[in-house]
């Protein structure tokens, strides 16, 4: 590579950097202008009371020492001119600064907000793409295939000992749904409320009043409030918030009919066996599955 293209790529790289981190390098600049301006402000008014010092002692010589009254009429209009000019002076560089200083500010604002408004357009498109393909998934293949794909599960057949009403045990088979993936893997929205989130419990009718005592709350909450986040959701239920969770959510309009009005956690799916055996108090731990409606931003 020649030296002149080593040069433009340095430079355009530069661009791209400065690009990249202009709302944080304005609202910097910002910071430090709106500082500076209190500081130069200060300075001016201190020197300022020297100026109005010196205009009232030439205001008092006037008065003592002209008698004609038109005289000193003028002589105090242009004593109060000099000094007005002189004030103008002392705050005129502050002045510029503070309101460059709040321009760099509102640019930064005004960057994240379009940058802001791509992403949630882009969102909502690949959203939209998605779900036209979980559809036709649905369509040609049925809910619990979707599902499985979805989750990433795979039904196992496996042996286990049961003992029947007259005490005598034996071996039967039994169909149960496993995947080998890590949960955060599965699907942005997915999580495993065990033991190792804060508020399960090693009673496993605790766990379910916890799960259906949030649902509930929730789905109150979006009743009134029309939305809510995700990362409330999460939030509550002890899980760290995320990135998308600032995003999507739950929207209630009953006359949409692309959302489904409610929130729902995954615990209300009873053809599922690990959620039958979690609502029978078989299970202490259960999979999330939250249905969120998508980006709500867009609407609001």
């Known amino acids: 590579m020649s030296k002149n293209s080593t040069i433009k790529s340095l430079i355009s790289n530069v661009k791209f950097g400065l690009k990249k981190h202009s709302p944080e390098i304005l609202i910097g600049v910002g910071i430090v202008g709106v500082v500076a301006s209190t500081v130069l402000s200060c300075r001016a008014t201190i020197k300022a009371n020297d100026v109005l010092h010196d ?124 995947t080998n993936k890590n949960p955060n893997e599965l699907k942005e929205y997915v999580r495993f409320f065990d033991e190792s989130n804060p508020y399960w419990q090693k009673d496993a009718e605790l766990n379910k009043m916890f799960l259906r005592a949030q649902q509930s709350f929730f789905n109150d909450k979006l009743k009134v409030e029309k939305r809510v986040f995700l990362n409330d959701v999460l939030k509550a239920l002890g899980y760290p918030t995320t990135k998308a ?14 959302i489904d009005n409610y929130i729902d956690f995954g615990i209300n799916d009873i053809y599922r066996p690990a959620v039958r055996d979690f609502i029978n108090g078989y299970e202490r731990s259960i999979m999330l599955d939250f249905n969120v409606d998508g980006n709500i931003w867009k609407d609001m």
Do not use: C, H
């Open 55 to 178: 205009a009232k002692e030439e205001l008092d010589n006037i008065k003592n020492n002209t008698k004609d009254e038109e005289t000193a009429k003028k002589e105090r209009r242009a004593v109060y001119v000099k000094t007005s000019g002189k004030i103008a002076k002392l705050y005129s560089k502050p002045v510029a600064i503070g309101v460059a200083s709040i321009t760099a500010i509102v640019a930064s604002n005004s960057v994240s907000r379009k940058r802001y408004g791509a992403m949630a357009a882009a969102y909502a498109t690949v959203d939209s793409g998605f779900k036209a393909y979980r559809k036709n998934v649905v369509d040609r293949f049925g809910e619990e295939v979707d599902r499985q794909l979805k989750l990433g599960l795979t039904p196992t057949d496996i042996k286990e000992k049961v003992t029947d009403e007259n005490g005598k045990e034996k071996t039967v088979k039994k169909s149960i749904e496993v």
């Open 245 to 258: 969770g600032q995003v999507v959510g739950w929207e209630y309009d009953p006359e949409n009919p692309n």
